[in-house]
Structures are given as C-alpha cells and as structure tokens.
C-alpha cells in the first residue's frame, strides 16, 4: 500500500496537462502491447487477495521506454519438491527496456512493433525471471489488437528450471462507438509457474477499462489461471496515469 | 612468432600509410576542418547526430583564393577583396567567432567501437550502470582529428566455473570481473576525408591493466580495425574485425605458469573474430543501435584449452540526444549470446557527455 501512496503523491506532483489517448498503456490486463509511453506513465493496482502490483514508466525520445515494476504475476512453491505443492504468488521487482515503433510511421495501416525485454531482481527463494518478447499492436477503429511472442527464462535457488521456454499472447480492446470513454478488454499470457515441475501457464483477463480523466483511467476486472478453480479467480481495480 | 611479427609490421605500415594519407590542417576559415560532400538528399541541415554544420566562415579570413567557385557565376557584384599578404594562421587582431559545437559521432556503438574518431580535443565521457549492478566509465579525448586516446574500466570481462570434466560449466552463471581498467589509442582517417563516400577507418588498440582476482592475474588486450559509413542521413553501419589476446596466472599453488590466449593449439581460430552493428535514426535525436562484440571469459579451474575464451555479446538499445552535449543510453546486454541465457541479460542505462570546452580553450591559444 505504500507503493500506491508513493505513486499518489508523486502524480500529483508531476501530473500537468494531461490526455486522453490511451495508447502509452503497456498492457492489456497482463499481456504487454506495443504502445509506448510518450513520457511518464505509472500504474497501480489491488486484487482481492490483496496482491499488488505497481509500474513507473518513462519514455526515450518516442522510440523507447524503461520501466521499473514489481507483481505478483509469478507462483513458486520455493524449491518444493513435492509436486502437489500449491504455488503461491510470489512478489518479484522488475525492470523493463521496450523499443519500437509507432503505428502508421513508414506506411499506412503499419502496425506498432515493438521489442520488449523485462529482467527481474531475485525475489523470493532466490527466483529470478527474464522474458524476451516481440508484439505488434494495431488499432482498427473500435478494436485494437495485440499479438506476439515470447521466450521464457526462469530460475529457483540458482537452477535453471525454464530456459528460453517460447510462447503466444494476445489480447484486444474493444471501444464501443455508444461509450468511447469505455473499453472492454481481454488477454491470454503465460507466465511461469516455478514448482517441481516447473511450466509456463497462462492467466486469461478480461476487465473494463474507463477513461474516468484526461490524465487517468480505471480498470475493474477479474483474471483467472491455468488449473485454478473458478472461485479462486482474483478480480482486481487498477489506476493508469500518464503524463505529458 | 614470425607471424606475430608480420602483423607487428603490417599494422605498423597501415598506421603509417593512414598517417600519412591525412591532408593538410584545415585553414582557420574552417576551425572544425571537416569536409563533407554535398548532401545527395537535398535536406543535409537535419538535427541527427551525423548531420554536419553549415559551413561557417570566420569574417575575419578573406575568402580569396579557398574556393575556385565563391561568387563566380553567381551574379554576385561583390568585388573579390584580396589580402595583402596570405594568411599564415596567426592574426592576433583578429576577432574571435564561437562557433556553435556540433554532436559528434560516436567512437562506441553500444560496446564496440566504431571507424569514427573524436574531433581534436573534444572530450567524451560515458557513464554507465545494469541492472546487474555492473558500473562502467569511458573517458576519451580527441588528438588532432586523427586519434583518439581513452581511459575505461569495464565490466565485460567474467569469470565462469569449471565443471567436473574439467571445462567450463555452462549450466553455472558466469560473474564478472569488475571493474577491469582499460587504456585504449586509437588512430584513423574521418569520414568522407580521402573521397566520397569513403568509411570512416580507425585502428585501435586496447590493453588493460593487470587484474587480481581470486587469486588469479589476469589481462586482456585487443587490436581493431573497423570502418563506419552513414548511409544517408539516418543509418549507418559498423564492420570491423578484432585480434584478442589474454593472459591468465595463479597467484598461488604449484602451477603459477602464464597461459594466453596466443599459446593455445589453433590460437588464430580463437583470436580473430569479426565485430559490428548498425544504428538507425528513424526519429531526429532518437536512434536505435545493434551491435554484436566479443567479451574474453576466464575460466580458472578449467584444464587446457579452455582457460580463455571469447564470447559473443549482443546488445541492443536507444541512444536519445538530450542535448548536443548530452546523450542517454538505454538497451539490453546479452553477456553470451551463444548459449542464448535471457537471466544473463542486463538492461542498463548510461549518461554521455561530450565538451567542446578544451577545443575551444585550445583555439583560443592561437
């Protein structure tokens, strides 16, 4: 909670003139896009189960942007070597270098492209991620679409247990012509799970998106994991500010 | 050794042939002394980091006799004015104009280094940090437009464990070796300097100091050629080759013999490898860089042949010109892209400053 203190203040502070335009947003619900931010972005969210997750963004001249995060998207079971272990989330602090290009620069209908690379400091029992990832983003009026790929990394107590493991996402963002200041939108990832049988499972997301503020918009949504119940889907609010 | 000695030779008669391949100092009309062809795109005054300043001429210089072509068919009325005596360079009356400092191009891709050269007396330095907790610094000056002499420390070197067969245990993580300090020279010609669309050359040498660690001394060195052309006004393109050499010792124990990189069986395979990148600027002051380099890895308790090894590093990344004196770097690291290890990767960020304050001191001495 003090993180989302910090971002309070810290966006007060900074926050000027503001807009409206939503496409400095590096994420569907969990999956990245090819946005990037012009300037400073931040994010800050709560799930029920009282996992949080928070992002600094700045951008590098329109081409690029790094940024500073720390979630709970990742489970480990902390060198468990019993297989029906549970995993539990585990929060890891990660930075992130995105470079790309912006939609429609050398050709007309060019989709947004983007090459994002995210390295996360150890966190606990030691786990430490890398993801590698290549995405493309293009807006068709009311839709946008997001498609890529991604290599995994991961390692537990020092032993590597996913290495460059590839995979898929997606997602899309839907803006209904009656409600432009709402969007509804949706996401398949897969993140890795670090127990004894280390694996990548994918989480689905699907939420609600306002445009509450020129300099801000909120997320209200429910996200749910592979072999998860359907009761221990984690329904989650989350805060976007950008800045100019 | 009559091999190592041929390459002496021959790196010497390049260096000399480049020497002697430079024209002569530029007049003072043409303090920064850069010829630039006229650009073929019709823009030439863009803002990127390769565009060169419009030619300035000092009111204090006539202008007879520098180009065949001023005022001649243009229509101009103005009558030639034609000096008393020619210009020798020293006019203590005359006025001193400051010229605008112009971005340089930069003597380092992300690791690499590239075919152009420091202008004389420009200043460089570049401050950099990961996420890995690696800290580097260059420092470089510019030597009268045709070298370039830098102090480094460095964080590219590691060390690697050696498994129980006695070579290098991939499946451990490689540490590095920090902070390895390094001096480089390097010497060449400027682009566009001889003809048209000739790369910018530099031949470099780097060496460092000798380094203690775990008990272990050791030192790297490395001789480069490489050449750097722009390919219009917004890429440009790297390739060089380098000849690596290292040297590792025990400090302690009963083996305390030198093993180098050139004493190993088949050292030309391990020495010389192909290095460069391309950087591209689809945005003014905003570049995206790619470069591919070689890092020495050491492993100490590894048995024959395995002791020094040369590793591929890939890097990636934007470089944003804040300011003409002022860069910041940012972009991804793969220390061994040849085992395609994404935990080894490192995202970092880096400050670049460029002066022209010593140039400028220096011009005004004369």
């Known amino acids: ?244 | 050794m009559k091999r190592t000695n041929a390459i002496v030779l021959a790196a010497l008669l390049a260096s000399a042939a480049l020497a002697g391949a430079q024209p002569a100092p530029p007049t003072p009309a043409d303090p920064y002394g850069v010829p630039m062809p006229p650009p073929t795109d019709g823009s030439g005054s863009g803002s990127s980091g390769s565009a060169q300043p419009p030619p300035i001429t000092d009111p204090a210089t006539p202008t007879a006799g520098s180009g065949s072509g001023s005022g001649s068919g243009s229509g101009s009325a103005t009558p030639e004015v034609k000096p008393d005596k020619p210009d020798d360079g020293y006019n203590p009356n005359k006025p001193k104009v400051k010229l605008p400092d112009r971005q340089v191009d930069s003597p380092v891709i992300i690791t690499s280094p590239t075919g152009w050269l420091l202008p004389a007396a420009v200043l460089y330095s570049k401050t950099a940090i990961d996420t890995g907790g690696g800290v580097t610094s260059d420092n470089r000056v510019g030597l009268g437009d045709v070298a370039e002499f830098g102090l480094a420390t460095t964080d590219a070197v590691r060390q690697r464990a050696a498994g129980a067969d006695g070579h290098p245990d991939e499946n451990q993580t490689a540490t590095r070796i920090q902070p390895y300090l390094t001096a480089s020279f390097r010497l060449g010609v400027g682009e566009n300097r001889l003809f048209e669309h000739q790369p910018g050359i530099t031949l470099g040498f780097m060496k460092s100091f000798e380094r203690n660690h775990d008990n272990e001394k050791t030192r790297i060195a490395q001789l480069t050629l490489v050449a750097s052309e722009h390919l219009g006004r917004r890429v440009a393109i790297h390739a060089g080759g380098a000849f690596w050499d290292a040297s590792v010792q025990a400090n302690t124990g009963d083996d305390r013999s030198e093993t180098t990189l050139h004493g190993e069986t088949n050292h030309w395979n391990k020495q010389i490898r192909a290095f460069g990148g391309i950087q591209v600027e689809p945005i003014d002051k905003s570049m995206i860089l790619v470069d591919l380099g070689w890092a020495p890895e050491f492993c100490y308790a590894c048995t024959g042949d395995d002791k020094i090894r040369l590793r591929p590093e890939l890097s990636w990344g934007v470089r944003y010109q804040v300011a003409d004196w002022l860069q910041l770097d940012s972009g991804v690291r793969v220390p061994d892209i040849g085992n395609a290890n994404l935990l080894d990767a490192q995202i970092f960020g880096g400050l670049t400053f460029t002066s022209w304050g010593l140039r400028h001191g220096v011009d005004s001495l004369k």
Request: aromatic share 8%; net charge neutral; with cysteine.
């Open chain 1, 1 to 244: 909670m003090k993180y989302l203190a910090i971002i309070t203040i810290a966006w007060c502070a900074l926050a000027r003139v503001a807009h409206a335009d939503d496409r400095s947003i590096g994420h569907v619900v969990t999956a990245p896009t090819a946005w990037l931010p012009t300037t400073l972005t931040a994010t800050a969210g709560l799930d029920q189960k009282l996992g949080s997750n928070v992002a600094l963004g700045v951008g590098l001249g329109g081409l690029a942007a790094v940024e500073l995060d720390d979630d709970t998207d990742v489970r480990a079971c902390g060198a468990c070597t019993d297989p029906t272990t549970r995993a539990e989330p585990i929060h890891l602090r990660r930075a992130t270098f995105k470079m790309g290009l912006r939609p429609n620069r050398y050709f007309r209908y060019q989709p947004a492209l983007l090459v994002g690379f995210r390295k996360s400091w150890r966190g606990a029992d030691n786990a430490r991620v890398a993801e590698l990832w290549g995405v493309m983003s293009e807006d068709l009026g009311p839709v946008r679409l997001h498609v890529g790929v991604m290599a995994t990394s991961a390692t537990d107590a020092d032993v590597q247990l996913l290495h460059a493991k590839p995979s898929a996402f997606g997602g899309i963002e839907w803006t209904p012509p009656q409600y432009p200041r709402t969007s509804l939108i949706g996401d398949l990832v897969w993140v890795p799970e670090l127990t004894a049988k280390p694996r990548l499972e994918y989480i689905t997301g699907l939420a609600a998106r306002y445009q509450a503020f020129s300099w801000g918009s909120i997320e209200l949504g429910v996200r749910h994991r592979q072999d998860d119940g359907i009761g221990d889907a984690e329904f989650f609010a989350r805060l976007n500010l950008l800045a100019r």
